[in-house]
């Protein structure tokens, strides 16, 4: 990916509108399950790929959770994060990384968190790059999203997500435990949420098995 993806040129404003729309309410979802991923395993460090403006880390307990860095493409959407959260995550680190082509600049983590990064990224690439920042008890948590037949890029009249449509790739949960197995990390968990528009996420959770 280049400085042409069009996740570059979409505002944190319409994402944000898009994606917590009551007919889409993948914004709300990916919040809940990051919580409840952090209350499962109570990282010490925590990577969040995609972080956006950091939806979700409202439910990061800095006592518990002490270093949290967050990596996304989009230099603008890291300020918005920025602005929310420094004050309230005194071990935020913020980095602007396109994860397909450059170094992940992060150091080993407890949990990384992929929520819908694979849909437009080239799976075994990243999934090589991840697995090096994990440390060996970690965990690697991933959402994927499930068209069942349905557009990729819902309807909510934001036209500037459509350029989206481009380079989205529908992610299928039994290839990517495949590419994860490569490198010696074994799927330990998966769960299924549906949506109000009939689309769907699958939730899978990764460990090293190979120390």
């Known amino acids: 990916m280049s400085l042409l993806n069009p996740w570059t040129e979409i505002p944190i404003e ?14 709300q979802t990916l919040s ?3 919580k409840s991923k952090l209350y499962k395993f ?15 880390l409202e439910h990061v307990d800095h006592l518990v959770t002490h270093e949290v860095y967050g990596i996304d493409i989009n230099e603008s959407y890291l300020r918005a994060c920025e602005n929310r959260y420094q004050k309230i995550l005194p071990g935020l680190h913020l980095y602007r990384c396109d994860i ?4 992940i600049p992060i150091p080993k983590v407890q949990m990384i968190a992929c929520n819908l990064i694979f849909e437009y990224v080239h799976a075994g690439t990243v ?12 965990v690697i948590s991933v959402v994927i999203q499930n068209n069942n037949g349905i557009s990729s890029i819902s309807k909510t ?5 459509n350029s989206l449509g481009s380079i989205f790739r529908e992610v299928f949960i039994d290839d990517l435990i495949s590419e994860f197995d490569r490198v010696g990390f074994q799927e330990t968990e998966q769960d299924e949420i ?7 996420f699958t939730i899978a959770d990764f460990k090293n098995i190979v120390f």
């Open 127 to 138: 999934v090589d790059k991840i697995c090096k920042k994990v440390t060996a008890e970690g």
């Open 14 to 27: 319409d994402y944000e509108k898009h994606m917590s729309d009551p007919g889409v309410y993948q914004l």
């Open 42 to 56: 109570k990282p010490s460090s925590l990577a969040v790929l995609g972080v956006g403006s950091g939806n979700g």
């Open 194 to 200: 549906e949506l109000p528009n009939g689309k769907s």
């Open 100 to 103: 397909q082509t450059d170094a």
């Open 32 to 34: 809940a399950i990051l």
């Open 157 to 161: 009249g934001i036209k500037s997500l």
